[in-house]
């Protein structure tokens, strides 16, 4: 039986990702690497699958946390990427502002919510938020920027008005623009989250990584980092599907896919 296109991509995909695997298995196990230094794949996932039971408060900790910056950021991002794209006095006063504060390193502003919120979940929450704003927003605003001229021309001859323009048309054009952001917002959430609970948290993957360096325990170390990893490729593989559902319409048919 002739499998499909999509399958067979697939399936290379699988076999990709387990053979990079299996050499890392297989350099670790002929170089007698430490696991201090580097521990294998199996060490990890036999580390995760074992001390579940007392990871899961932390992971559920870190994704409730980022979850919530990250509705945040979005919440923030979409109004001011609207405002930047439709209105180019708020382009010329806000982007410059935002280029510039996505340029600070985040670790710099963890501190400065600690001082102010105290350590703990808010902090973690605040730079989730900050770390996820700057892509939403750009994407947003180029996807308004972006809108056919063409279309609005015809909305306007039939008289509607500018905020009826922006519904009909400009934001349904802008949600490729917006579901790709949020691809992306949610995992540089994880990125601001775990920073905060690095510096300062007593719950979180973040804190858990920290006390495993601290002691050594290095498989638990990248046993948090291979959590981490599942949570972001969980809510990607979601938005992925909602993304289908809303606006499949934007998605290319793989036509010329290569046999």
């Known amino acids: 039986m002739k499998l499909s296109a ?4 697939q399936i290379s995909s699988v076999t990709l990702i387990a053979s990079l695997f299996a050499a890392w298995e297989a350099a670790c196990l002929i170089f007698n690497v430490s696991p201090i230094v580097l521990p294998r794949p199996s060490q990890i996932i036999t580390t995760l699958v074992l001390q579940l039971p007392a ?3 932390h992971i559920l900790q870190t994704l409730v946390t980022t979850m919530i910056g990250f509705g945040i950021g979005m919440v923030i991002g979409v109004l001011l990427g609207v405002m930047v794209g439709v209105s180019r006095a708020a382009y010329n006063a806000a982007y410059p502002l935002l280029v510039g504060f996505s340029s600070i390193p985040k670790v710099a502003v963890v ?9 703990g979940t808010v902090p973690a929450i605040l730079t989730a938020m900050t770390t996820c704003i700057f892509p939403i927003v750009v994407n947003v605003a180029t996807g308004l920027a972006t809108t056919e ?8 001859a039939l008289g509607a008005s500018r905020w009826q323009v922006l ?23 994880f990125v601001g989250t775990v920073l905060s609970e690095t510096v300062a948290a007593n719950r979180g993957i973040g804190t858990v990584m920290m006390m495993a360096s601290a002691s050594f325990d290095v498989p638990l170390a990248f046993a948090g980092l291979f959590a981490l990893a599942l949570l972001g490729i969980l809510l990607y593989v979601v ?3 909602i993304e289908q559902r809303i606006c499949g319409w934007a998605n290319r048919k793989n036509e010329f896919a290569m046999a």
């Not at 999509?6 to 991509?9: A, L």
């Not at 001229?149 to 306007?156: A, N, S, T, W, Y």
């Not at 934001?171 to 959430?189: C, D, E, G, N, Q």
Request: net charge positive.
């Open 111 to 119: 501190p400065i919510f600690v001082l102010w919120f105290g350590s």
């Open 239 to 241: 938005f992925a599907l």
């Open 6 to 9: 999509k399958v067979r991509e």
């Open 55 to 57: 990871l899961w408060p």
């Open 167 to 189: 519904w009909n048309v400009g934001l349904p054009r802008t949600m490729p623009y917006f579901f790709a952001s949020l691809k992306i917002a949610v995992t540089l959430a």
């Open 149 to 156: 001229p063409e279309m609005e021309d015809v909305l306007k």
